[in-house]
């Protein structure tokens, strides 16, 4: 079975901090996706990439950037941790197409104080 | 329109019922549509594809209303571990990558 793992369950950061969100799948997808999940606005798309060292943003790229270096891991990046940035981080992948569903970690969450 | 829009719920029902849910989405170009199910503090997982003639997965049925933009979910002889959030997943822009969620609608079922 495909597994998507997150490098943290919880996460507490300070304000300003720089953050870093790791993402690793062992089945060889393209396309890795990141999520954030937030009560009463559900999962919004911040990024997503299709390829190694290929990105493209969702809907709500602004604080982030991402990282692809290697098919198997993508990275979440906060350059300057906010309050506004506290929320369930999850990461996703799927293989390539539109109809291939998606593989979900188990989910960061993250405090920024 | 939203892009993505779901029954607000919640929804409670006993064992054995028969709940529907439907979601709306708002654009016309839209060809990729998913049922996921996210269970109290875990990651969303697919429940089942919705496909054009509609499609059914056991007590699970899944339709697709083109005309009037929505799809649905139904489903029969409610068990209590049916017990979730159920997520609508449209890609609303018709690109290949970027799926949309609507808010998801929270199931529980009662003994």
């Known amino acids: 079975d495909v597994k998507v793992t997150q490098s943290s369950r919880y996460l507490v950061k300070r304000t300003g901090e720089k953050v870093f969100l790791e993402c690793v799948q062992d089945?060889?997808?393209?396309?890795m996706f990141w999520y954030r999940q937030d009560p009463g606005l559900g999962l919004r798309l911040i990024y997503f990439?299709?390829?190694?060292?290929?990105?493209e943003k969702g809907d709500i790229p602004e604080g982030y950037s991402v990282s692809r270096e290697k098919k198997e891991r993508f990275s979440l990046i906060l350059e300057s941790a906010s309050t506004n940035q506290t929320s369930m981080y999850l990461c996703?992948?799927?293989?390539?197409?539109?109809?291939?569903?998606?593989?979900f970690g188990s989910g960061t969450q993250l405090s920024v104080l | 329109r939203k892009e993505v829009e779901q029954d607000p719920g919640p929804f409670n029902v006993p064992e054995g019922a028969t709940v529907a849910f439907n979601c709306t989405y708002s654009?016309?170009?839209?060809?990729?549509f998913f049922w996921y199910r996210q269970d109290c503090r875990k990651e969303p997982k697919l429940l089942m594809s919705?496909?054009?003639s509609g499609n059914e997965d056991g007590r699970f049925t899944a339709q697709l209303n083109r005309a009037s933009q929505y799809i649905s979910l139904l489903i029969r002889d409610s068990k209590l571990s049916d017990s979730a959030t159920y997520l609508c997943?449209?890609?609303?822009?018709?690109?290949?990558?970027?799926?949309?969620f609507g808010k998801g609608t929270l199931l529980t079922v009662n003994p």
């Open positions: 996703a992948s799927s293989l390539t197409g539109w109809r291939e569903k998606l593989f």
């Open positions: 089945m060889d997808h393209e396309n």
């Open positions: 990439s299709y390829d190694v060292k290929m990105k």
């Open positions: 654009n016309s170009a839209s060809q990729s």
């Open positions: 919705v496909y054009s």
């Open positions: 997943v449209v890609n609303v822009d018709g690109s290949n990558y970027k799926l949309t």
